[in-house]
């Protein structure tokens, strides 16, 4: 696996095999703005450009932005569109599990349902993948 990109916020990693782009959110995460966290995210969608990436897995038990409505509504209209119009096709996300229906059900108000699912555990959205 080949890191591509690491800040004290986030790490991302592809993994050329697989076509997988791995990303993970550290814990000093909480401490960024609104606008760093969209550059954080975007980060992705920088190297979907320019690798050969079909699907993603996003460990996300360190974010803590999932209730900030402004940020959600950014990701599902703009960011998971321009995901898939580059051919992305899976994007797990990996949450704590106490949050994980809470995430689905925010998320089946969107017509991203197809292409995002949610896991507890890295193994079960390696396998879905």
């Known amino acids: 696996?080949?890191?591509?990109?690491?800040?004290?916020?986030?790490?991302?990693?592809?993994?050329?095999?697989?076509?997988?782009?791995?990303?993970?959110?550290?814990?000093?995460?909480k401490d960024l703005a609104e606008d760093e966290v969209k550059i954080e995210i975007s980060k992705i969608l920088d190297y979907v450009k320019e690798y050969p990436i079909r699907n993603i897995i996003v460990d996300a038990r360190n974010y803590v932005f999932s209730d900030n409505v402004k940020i959600q509504n950014w990701i599902n209209r703009d960011y998971v569109p321009q995901l898939i119009e580059s051919g992305v096709s899976k994007y797990a996300i990996v949450v704590k599990s106490q949050n994980m229906q809470q995430q689905k059900d925010e998320i089946e108000s969107g017509d991203i349902l197809p292409v995002v699912e949610y896991f507890s555990s890295l193994e079960e959205a390696l396998a879905w993948i």
Do not use: G
């Not at 990109?5 to 791995?22: A, G, T």
């Open 1 to 29: 696996m080949m890191k591509l990109y690491s800040s004290p916020f986030s790490e991302l990693f592809y993994k050329q095999e697989r076509q997988l782009l791995l990303a993970s959110w550290n814990e000093c995460s």
